[in-house]
């Protein structure tokens, strides 16, 4: 029944976004959703098919917007992303954008400085081997992936370094086997909210697979409740587990995705 039910709404997502191509808003997160995760984040790639398909809804006028927590710049360059026409990028969840090759970002705040300083003491004291800390510019995430005890890893690091980032006026917050530190107030919800305000798409839908895409998922969810065609389509998978209470449609990793966007496209010139 469930799934009978699950397939409906994505022949529906299918059939409505075709229909309203021109105009509809494709917003995707990165990591996790259009890139398979990887140890490090230095090595994540877009599965095939990924470049090819955003190119084919975004000259058959879709918008297409990748919202991610990672600075825009990195993400353009591990994705290839320049290759997709009118492609933006909102990263570090909003702070900067990127849109035709021009970059626009904010200066660095004396919070964000001190944090670089004074993480790597904090995770060096507790010990734990294989942790990393990724610098983002604006901001900081520590890595428990390679740790052979991931979870206990984030487990006793998540004490001193969410003490450390309050102390700052920073935020932490976790996600597939990171925490991530950055400036209080931004998140996908917001930027989805502001894209959605710019653009106004006749259809819609908004995909990714973590913690930090629950709140962009709010925002479908409200344009739903409002009438719009709104999907959420969540990239699932065991890791995390309640993100299936918050999404319309599920695809099983990035391969899938395309598909579904693959679906979407066809038949657009
Ligand atoms: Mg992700």
């Not at 994505?10 to 997160?29: K, S, Y």
């Not at 090595?43 to 990924?50: I, K, Q, T, W, Y």
């Not at 409002?226 to 209470?245: C, K, Q, T, Y």
């Amino acid at each position: 029944m469930i799934d009978a039910m699950a397939a409906q709404q994505q022949t529906e997502l299918v059939a409505t976004m075709r229909r309203h191509l021109a105009g509809a808003l494709i917003a995707v997160d990165f990591d996790g959703t259009l890139a398979p995760i990887v140890a490090d984040p230095g090595d994540s790639r877009l599965v095939p098919g990924a470049i090819e398909v955003l190119s084919t809804l975004s000259r058959a006028g879709a918008h297409v917007v990748i919202i991610t927590g990672r600075d825009a710049a990195t993400v353009v360059r591990l994705g290839g992303l320049d290759a997709v026409p009118g492609l933006r990028v909102a990263g570090l969840y909003g702070l900067e954008t990127w849109h035709d090759g021009n970059l626009v970002r904010p200066d660095e705040p004396e919070s964000i400085r001190s944090l670089r300083a004074q993480l790597p003491a904090v995770v060096a004291e507790h010990g734990m081997p294989g942790v990393r800390v990724e610098d983002k510019g604006l901001s900081l995430v520590v890595h428990t992936r390679r740790s052979p005890d991931p979870q206990g890893a984030l487990a006793a690091l998540r004490p001193p370094v969410a003490r450390l980032a309050r102390g700052l006026g920073l935020e932490a917050k976790d996600g597939r086997n990171v925490i991530e530190l950055r400036l209080a107030g931004s998140d996908k919800g917001g930027v989805l909210r502001g894209v959605m305000r710019e653009l106004d798409p006749v259809a819609m839908l908004y995909a990714g697979d973590d913690l930090g895409d629950l709140p962009a998922f709010a925002v479908v969810a409200q344009a739903r409740a409002a009438g719009r065609d709104a999907w959420r389509v969540g990239v699932v998978s065991a890791e995390v587990p309640e993100l299936a209470d918050h999404i319309d449609v599920a695809v099983n990793g990035p391969a899938e995705l395309v598909r579904l966007l693959q679906q979407v496209a066809e038949g657009a010139p």
